[in-house]
C-alpha cells in the first residue's frame, strides 16, 4: 500500500453544505491499493480512500453516502470501524458536501484516547 495523495479538484463546482450534515463524517487521504481491490470493484480503479463517522452518528453517514450516490449495500461493517469505500470522484463530491478531511490514523487515536478517559473517569 502506497500513499499517492489526495485528488482534489475543485474549480468550477460550489460547496454545498446542508446545516448539520456531515459534521461528523469523514473522508482520509487517497491511498493505492493494488491486488487489494476487490474484482467486481477493479473496473473503478485501485485508487480508494475512506467515509466513516463517530460513533452514535451512522444515520449521517448513510444520508451522505446517499446524497453522493452510493449505495447502501457499499456500506461495509468492519470490527475497526464501518465505513464506505470511495474512489478519488466520489471523495471529492463527498468534500463538496461538506464532508471533513482527517487521517483515519489521527481518528483513530482520538478515539482510543477518548475511551481511555471515559473508563478512568467511571472508576
Same mark, same amino acid.
Given at each position: 500500500? @502506497?500513499?499517492?495523495?489526495?485528488?482534489?479538484?475543485?474549480? @468550477? $463546482?460550489?460547496? /454545498?453544505? $446542508?446545516?448539520?450534515?456531515? !459534521? /461528523?463524517?469523514?473522508?482520509?487521504?487517497?491511498?493505492?491499493?493494488?491486488? !487489494?481491490? &476487490?474484482?467486481?470493484?477493479?473496473?473503478?480503479?485501485? *485508487?480508494?480512500?475512506?467515509?466513516?463517522?463517530? !460513533?452514535?452518528?451512522?444515520? #449521517?453517514?448513510?444520508?451522505?453516502? #446517499? *446524497?453522493?450516490?452510493? /449505495? *447502501? #449495500?457499499?456500506?461495509?461493517?468492519?470490527?475497526?470501524?464501518?465505513?464506505?469505500?470511495?474512489?478519488?470522484?466520489?471523495?471529492?463530491?463527498?468534500?463538496?458536501?461538506?464532508?471533513?478531511?482527517? @487521517?483515519?490514523? &489521527?481518528?483513530?487515536? !482520538?478515539?482510543?484516547?477518548?475511551? /481511555?478517559?471515559?473508563?478512568?473517569?467511571?472508576?
Amino acid at each position: 500500500m @502506497s500513499l499517492t495523495g489526495a485528488c482534489l479538484c475543485v474549480t @468550477s $463546482v460550489r460547496r /454545498r453544505k $446542508v446545516s448539520g450534515m456531515a !459534521e /461528523r463524517v469523514y473522508v482520509d487521504e487517497v491511498f493505492d491499493w493494488p491486488g !487489494e481491490v &476487490a474484482p467486481a470493484a477493479r473496473k473503478h480503479g485501485t *485508487r480508494w480512500c475512506h467515509m466513516w463517522c463517530d !460513533e452514535g452518528h451512522e444515520a #449521517e453517514l448513510h444520508a451522505m453516502a #446517499e *446524497r453522493i450516490g452510493l /449505495r *447502501r #449495500e457499499w456500506f461495509q461493517r468492519n470490527r475497526v470501524c464501518d465505513h464506505y469505500d470511495l474512489t478519488p470522484r466520489k471523495r471529492n463530491q463527498a468534500l463538496l458536501a461538506g464532508v471533513k478531511t482527517m @487521517s483515519f490514523r &489521527a481518528w483513530l487515536t !482520538e478515539r482510543m484516547k477518548a475511551r /481511555r478517559a471515559a473508563e478512568q473517569g467511571n472508576l
